[in-house]
């Protein structure tokens, strides 16, 4: 039987340089199982999505950090990107967002750059987790175990490494986030 949200909220915390599909596949996902996505970003209005280097379309944003409250959510989402997993970090409204999914004990999930995120928060030593091939490296020095593997659930936390592995980081972000309701 297919996993079935009944509503629940899924934050979804990207900004300008957000990869694409990495955004809006987990998005039909979940939206399709019956959960509630919203764009929580840095700043309100819309950000720029982008398919690798080349500049993609935009999302409106749901929520602004300052508006939004960890509490109100099942599960939270970070979607790759260079430029986007780089300015989350950078934010400290954003880490401390993040921090309160782990302490709450709440599914995460993470794909490609979002990874730095997870860093940036402290959130990953003694964890084995995956992302994108040259974070590898900025993971062992954090303290966590890194595999190349298509997707790695530990515990809460489901990562991926790239777009490719969306199919199997889609499903077991559903497991985990229906786990969760």
Not at 128 to 140: G, K, V
């Amino acid at each position: 039987m297919a996993t079935q949200l009944n509503g629940a909220r899924i934050a979804f915390l990207a900004t300008d340089g957000v990869e694409q599909v990495e955004l809006d596949q987990p998005w039909s996902a979940i939206s399709d199982a019956g959960g509630q996505p919203e764009l929580i970003s840095l700043s309100s209005g819309e950000i720029q999505a982008f398919n690798h280097l080349d500049q993609g379309d935009t999302r409106s944003v749901d929520r602004d950090l300052d508006k939004a409250n960890p509490d109100d959510y099942v599960a939270l989402v970070l979607p790759g990107g260079v430029a986007n997993g780089d300015f989350v970090r950078a934010d400290e409204r954003a880490v401390n967002f993040v921090k309160s999914f782990f302490a709450a004990g709440k599914p995460v999930g993470v794909i490609c750059h979002g990874g730095w995120v997870l860093i940036e928060a402290g959130v990953v030593s003694g964890r084995t987790l995956t992302s994108w091939p040259s974070l590898r490296t900025d993971f062992r020095n954090a303290g966590a175990q890194w595999v190349d593997e298509e997707v790695v659930v530990d515990g809460t936390l489901v990562t991926s490494r790239k777009p490719d592995d969306l199919p199997a980081f889609n499903a077991a972000v559903l497991e985990q986030v229906g786990r969760a309701v």
